[in-house]
């Protein structure tokens, strides 16, 4: 990895992510969080990306409280996350993207729907900035401007 350079160029794609809690969709297990309060008798993945690592934060009602959720595992990816999901070892906190086709396909399941994650992330595309870009630069360049445009395929309802 190289450190982005006061030269650089940096584009927002999203400006605001929505983070969403989810759970693989098991049957056998029949108590389901309710409150945030709740999701300290389960087991939870942890994306060591969010700075406050277990210490998850929501929004309710314009207020925002915290939970310091039991770590079952902790990765460093919303991918890994996901996979750790899908595959039933708990709930997590995930960038609604990251998920959004394992929702789509039922595989995972939101939980505490009326709660918000109170996190900021923005998505950024941050590239050197020269006069004439390389073809391949200029066409992802491109390509990312076009699917962010159009309503992103991961973009849920909200509510």
């Not at 794609?13 to 008798?41: G, K, M, N, T």
Request: overall charge negative.
């Amino acid at each position: 990895t190289r450190h982005v350079a006061l030269t650089d160029v940096g584009r927002a794609y999203l400006e605001r992510s929505r983070e969403l809690l989810s759970e693989f969709d098991s049957l056998e297990d029949s108590v389901r969080a309710e409150q945030p309060e709740d999701l300290l008798e389960h087991q939870c993945v942890v994306d060591t990306n969010f700075r406050a690592g277990p210490a998850w934060r929501f929004l309710s009602d314009g207020k925002t409280m915290s939970v310091s959720v039991p770590a079952r595992l902790n990765v460093n990816s919303a991918s890994a996350a996901c996979q750790a999901l899908t595959r039933g070892l708990g709930i997590g906190l995930c960038p609604e993207f990251a998920i959004a086709n394992e929702l789509a396909q039922g595989q995972l399941v939101p939980v505490l729907e009326e709660f918000e994650g109170a996190y900021e992330h923005s998505l950024y595309l941050v590239y050197p900035h020269r006069l004439h870009l390389a073809q391949r630069v200029r066409a992802f360049i491109d390509f990312a401007t076009d699917w962010v445009a159009a309503r992103p395929a991961w973009r849920l309802p909200v509510g």
